[in-house]
C-alpha cells in the first residue's frame, strides 16, 4: 500500500499472477496424481487422476457370477464412487487453500 490508503496496483498484478501459478500448478498436480476407491471388501478397486479421471479398474475374478452380473455392477459402480471421493478430497487439499485466497479477494479490492 502506498500512503493515503491506496492500493498498489504492481503489488495486486503481483499476487494475482502468483496466484494463477498456483493455481496453474495445483491443477497440474492433480491431472497427475491417482487415488484409488474400493468396493466388495477390495474385490473391485477402481484408479482414478485427482481430477476425477478413470484410469484403471480391477475386478478379481471371485467378484464374477455369471447368474448375478447385478451385484458386479453395483460393486463397480461402487468402487468408482470410492475412488472420486477420495479425488474430491484430494481437491480440496490442493484447491482448497487457493480458492479460499480467491473468495476471500486480494487486498486492496472490493470483493
Given at each position: ?47 482414478v487422476t ?53 473468495g476471500g ?5 472490493p470483493f
Open positions: 500500500m502506498i500512503p493515503g490508503g491506496q492500493p498498489n496496483m504492481q503489488e495486486l498484478l503481483q499476487q494475482a499472477q502468483k496466484m494463477q501459478q498456483d493455481l496453474a500448478a495445483a491443477q497440474q498436480e492433480l491431472a497427475e496424481a491417482e487415488v484409488e476407491g474400493s468396493a466388495g471388501g477390495g474385490l473391485v478397486k477402481a484408479t485427482g481430477a476425477g479421471e478413470l484410469r484403471a479398474l480391477v475386478i478379481d475374478p471371485k467378484a464374477v457370477d455369471p447368474d448375478d452380473t447385478e451385484t458386479l455392477a453395483d460393486l463397480v459402480v461402487a468402487a468408482v464412487h470410492s475412488a472420486n471421493a477420495a479425488a474430491a478430497q484430494l481437491q480440496q487439499a490442493k484447491l482448497g487453500p487457493l480458492t479460499q485466497a480467491l479477494g486480494m487486498p486492496g479490492l
